[in-house]
């Protein structure tokens, strides 16, 4: 049995830190997130979610078995509660089955934001899903801080 990893940023970390986060489905190498419906509706789960400040995410992008998000958490609702609370939902009301724990990386500062949002949206086109990375349906982007590629996509 494992126990449950801390997701709890460095201390002295500012509420306003962005995250780099991975999740990933209970079954991997299978496609449970990039069907029409399901990747709506957890894309527009991440856009609720968002409107509401229980997260600020700038980048979130699905892929078969798992997703990518770039995000910042506020003051009132730590990040593991928000990501707990977020999947509990979205397998109580559709299903969808995660892995327990999570991916977790703070940027830092002196790394370049454009570099892990242009990993992120290369993701499918490195997994040969598709061609080009503006071809990918299953992606959202809510921030002006996107790379310049994507900005053209899917502002809020």
Request: charge should be positive; charged fraction near 30%; include cysteine.
């Amino acid at each position: 049995m494992t126990s449950p990893l801390e997701h709890k940023p460095p201390y002295g970390t500012k509420a306003e830190a962005t995250f780099f986060v991975t999740i990933c489905a209970h079954e991997r190498d299978a496609n449970t997130l990039c069907l029409p419906e399901i990747g709506k509706i957890v894309l527009d789960s991440i856009r609720w979610r968002n409107e509401r400040h229980i997260w600020f995410c700038e980048i979130a992008l699905l892929m078969p078995d798992h997703v990518h998000l770039i995000l910042k958490f506020s003051e009132r609702v730590a990040m593991t509660k928000a990501l707990r609370d977020w999947k509990s939902w979205l397998t109580k009301t559709h299903g969808i089955s995660w892995q327990e724990n999570f991916f977790d990386h703070r940027l830092r500062e002196d790394e370049a934001y454009d570099q892990k949002a242009a990993y992120i949206l290369q993701n499918p086109v490195r997994a040969k899903l598709i061609a080009k990375e503006e071809d990918w349906p299953y992606v959202w982007i809510s921030s002006d801080k996107a790379p310049a590629s994507s900005r053209r996509r899917l502002p809020a």
